[in-house]
């Protein structure tokens, strides 16, 4: 079973940053894509960013310039850099792997449990 673990959240001044962690463990197949979703109190889940097997990347216009994603594929690890933090970006956020399984030719997807990120005025 694939296991995410989120870390490095937390409490934040704005225009300061942080880095989150997940690391994943179980069978990891290789052709897969990590990504951050945040939650922001009252709204939907939204994509963050996202980054390929291959290493290619996707991040919502919001974040652009300002949040960095990348992975370390032999640790099975995604990070988030966040940078010019803003009181929006306050959110719980998400590690999602969405992984092709190679026999079935289907896709799963695991989340993690989130980490809370608070960005104070």
């Not at 937390?10 to 894509?33: E, H, K, P």
């Not at 690890?77 to 010019?84: D, F, G, H, I, T």
């Not at 809370?116 to 005025?121: A, G």
């Amino acid at each position: 079973q694939v296991q995410l673990v989120e870390s490095g959240g937390g409490l934040v001044q704005a225009g300061g940053s942080l880095r989150l962690s997940c690391d994943a463990s179980g069978t990891i197949f290789s052709v897969n894509t990590m990504s951050w979703y945040r939650q922001p109190p009252g709204k939907q889940r939204e994509l963050v960013a996202a980054i390929t097997h291959d290493g290619g990347t996707n991040y919502a216009d919001s974040v652009k310039g300002r949040f960095t994603i990348s992975r370390d594929s032999a640790k099975n690890a995604v990070y988030l850099q966040m940078n010019s933090l803003k009181p929006e970006d306050t959110a719980v956020y998400y590690c999602n792997l969405h992984v092709l399984q190679p026999v079935l030719k289907v896709f799963n997807d695991y989340w993690g449990r989130g980490t809370q990120v608070t960005v104070s005025s």
